[in-house]
């Protein structure tokens, strides 16, 4: 039985086949060089991200609650403006 050995060209795992039939006997993954400092930086800029789009966050919120805080004011201030009560069902007979 002759075995070929091929590299996937995907995902570059290297496969033993069986020439006379075709079939997969064998698959090996392909081993990527890792290194502790790409790794390291990777984690960083993930950090780094989430730190960012947390503080954008935080930055609309208190965008956010400023504008509510201005329009509870100025219903505060045209309530004053309404000294007239609002008619009541009874009144309307």
Known sequence: MKKLTIECPCCKAALKIDANTGLVLSSQEHKKNYSFDDALRKEKEKKDKADEL????????????????????????????????????????
């Open 54 to 93: 947390f503080a954008r966050a935080v930055e609309a919120e208190e965008k956010r609650a400023g504008e509510l805080e201005d329009k509870f004011k100025s219903i505060l201030e045209s309530k004053d403006e309404l000294d007239e009560p609002p008619p009541r069902d009874i009144d309307l007979d």
